[in-house]
């Protein structure tokens, strides 16, 4: 059974880092193209990361980039989410998801097979 596991959220300050985790389980040998979505109180889940199955392509949402890096480690089968100069308007849970069947397209949620329980980022001001 595929899971995944998060790790590495709590509450930060304004301008903060954080380190996100994700350890992908129960397919041995498989090495799934991974994504990051969060999701903020009253608001859809939206697209972060994506990063492909042996890390040589990333994709940012525009809130993202130059701020946070996503990152594998296939030894592993962890993927990583660095998220620097964190800002209030970050504050959500953070999603993992790994894609096992098909490919992902348009970064869409409903794109990735499989998810994570989340963890929650909460940045004070």
């Known amino acids: 059974q595929v899971q995944l596991v998060e790790s590495g959220g709590g509450p930060v300050q304004a301008g903060d880092s954080l380190r996100l985790s994700c350890e992908f389980s129960g397919r041995p040998g498989n090495r799934p193209a991974m994504g990051w979505f969060r999701q903020a109180p009253g608001k859809e889940r939206e697209f972060v990361a994506h990063i492909s199955w042996n890390g040589a392509e990333t994709y940012y949402a525009d809130s993202a980039k130059g701020r946070f890096t996503i990152s594998r480690e296939s030894a592993k089968n962890t993927v990583y989410l660095q998220m620097n100069s964190l800002k209030p308007e970050d504050t959500a849970v953070y999603y993992c998801?790994?894609?096992?069947?098909?490919?992902?397209?348009?970064?869409?949620?409903?794109?990735?097979?499989?998810w994570g329980q989340g963890t929650q980022v909460t940045v004070s001001s």
């Open positions: 998801a790994a894609v096992v069947f098909g490919r992902v397209s348009q970064f869409r949620a409903n794109e990735y097979d499989y």
